[in-house]
């Protein structure tokens, strides 16, 4: 399994950024997928997840409505649409990977996202 995310950077408040993951290594079509976080000195924050075919998508409280998640199961991509970046996004943010129902089993080296002015 190889997880290779990109698209980070430092942006304005206000701004946006799209993140995108690269998999390979395992059927990408098949299984849910997710975002993470992590803040410096803060432990990881689920950010967002889509099924398999991408119909489904859930999001957490503090990004609904500013960010969207989807994927290219064609192209083995997963994507992350930020908008509205707000300094609190500031973050390494991580590609997951999900076989089963509980955890994610495997992480991307990740992507740095800060909000600064």
């Known amino acids: 399994v190889q997880l290779v995310e990109s698209g980070g950077g430092m942006v304005q408040p206000g701004g946006s950024l799209r993140l995108s993951c690269a998999a390979s290594?395992?059927?990408?079509?098949?299984?849910?997928m997710g975002w993470v976080r992590q803040a410096p000195g803060k432990g990881p924050e689920w950010v967002s997840a889509?099924?398999?075919?991408?119909?489904?998508?859930y999001y957490a409280d503090s990004v609904k409505g500013r960010f969207t998640i989807s994927r290219d199961n064609a192209k083995n991509t997963l994507y992350l649409q930020m908008n509205s970046l707000k300094p609190e996004d500031t973050a390494l943010y991580y590609c997951?990977?999900?076989?089963?129902?509980?955890?994610?089993?495997?992480w991307g080296q990740g992507t740095q996202v800060t909000v600064s002015s």
């Open positions: 290594g395992f059927t990408f079509s098949i299984y849910e």
């Open positions: 997951a990977l999900k076989l089963g129902i509980i955890q994610y089993d495997y």
């Open positions: 889509i099924n398999s075919g991408g119909g489904t998508t």
